[in-house]
């Protein structure tokens, strides 16, 4: 089964709007980590936003925030007044504690943001 | 700033040629990963090491191989490249201290096109 889920190839969101890009994860672990990674077009990985399986609240970092719901094990990462800049592709990934060597990704998401 | 850099931004062999693709850190990581990634499948982990000398298989090892001799580089190895491993490799490293909330850090990948 797939570990990392993000069923959104591409998406396109309007200047100065919100977009939420979705992830759900499976694991059995008690205890993982949940992040998102940004990719331009040039090819670095930069990264996001981290929440973590005990974090009670809901990540946040500037304008990016994670919308964790721990039962539905979903991590949709919400971007807020979209840029232009923003435009790139977007992978959510865990890493469990029971096996903290290894990350899992998803297939990511591709988003344009139109002017 | 901490780093992780790879010897080449692109990389063009031929058919049947061994490949080097190096990786350093400069934050004294324990783990270095490296993946590949193709379109619509996300990033797939080929081998990764948490120590020096020690390796682990990932989900795509086949037709590659992989050496640490010291802590800060880990060195992916194509021993006879073939056209289906075009791809952009991806080197990364984190740390183990902290369990599962330390990301990974990333270099700026290496576009290899095999001919």
């Known amino acids: 089964a797939q570990k990392i889920t993000q069923t959104q190839p591409g998406m396109f969101v309007q200047e100065k709007e919100a977009v939420t890009l979705d992830c759900t994860y499976d694991t059995s672990d008690q205890s993982y980590g949940l992040f998102w990674y940004k990719q331009p077009s040039s090819g670095e990985m930069i990264f996001l936003i981290y929440?973590?399986?005990?974090?009670?609240q809901n990540a946040t970092e500037g304008r990016y925030s994670l919308n964790f719901q721990k039962a539905r094990k979903s991590a949709n990462l919400v971007i807020s007044a979209s840029q232009l800049g923003d435009s790139a592709m977007y992978f959510c990934?865990?890493?469990?504690?029971?096996?903290?060597?290894?990350?899992?990704f998803g297939s990511g998401t591709k988003l344009n943001v139109k002017p | 700033d901490v780093k992780v850099t790879q010897s080449s931004r692109y990389l063009v062999k031929r058919t049947g040629e061994k490949v080097f693709l190096e990786c350093v850190q400069d934050m004294d990581h324990e783990n270095m990963f490296w993946y590949r990634q193709d379109p619509g499948l996300g990033l797939r982990l080929i081998y990764f090491?948490?120590?020096?000398?020690?390796?682990e298989k990932g989900d795509i090892p086949e037709g590659y191989s992989v050496s640490r001799e010291k802590k800060e580089r880990f060195s992916l190895i194509l021993e006879s490249a073939s056209t289906n491993q075009t791809s952009m490799y991806l080197c990364a490293s984190s740390s183990t201290s902290g369990g599962a909330d330390n990301e990974q850090f990333f270099g700026p990948g290496t576009r290899l096109t095999v001919l």
């Open positions: 929440q973590g399986s005990y974090d009670e």
């Open positions: 090491s948490y120590d020096v000398k020690m390796k």
């Open positions: 990934a865990m890493r469990e504690k029971g096996n903290f060597n290894k990350f899992y």
